[in-house]
């Protein structure tokens, strides 16, 4: 068995970061068309976060695959 190195971790987080804010954004998209203006704010905070979390698993992804 092969022993998985710091930059296989890194990807497979990030990866699984990425999933895990697609899937919280897609969640909470019926909600950001609800009718009352605290529905869309409390809607609108885990989709930040959701794409927060997107671009920075875009960002460990470019950063690891660098080449030495």
Do not use: C, H, Q
């Not at 909470?28 to 671009?55: C, D, H, K, N």
């Amino acid at each position: 068995m092969k022993k998985l190195d710091l930059k296989k971790i890194v990807m497979i987080m990030a990866i699984v970061t990425m999933i895990t804010a697609i899937a919280g954004m897609f969640y909470y998209l019926p909600f950001l068309y609800s009718a009352t203006i605290e529905g869309r704010v409390s809607a609108g905070f885990p989709f930040l976060a959701g794409s927060v979390m997107l671009i920075g698993g875009l960002i460990s992804i470019a950063i690891v695959s660098i080449k030495d």
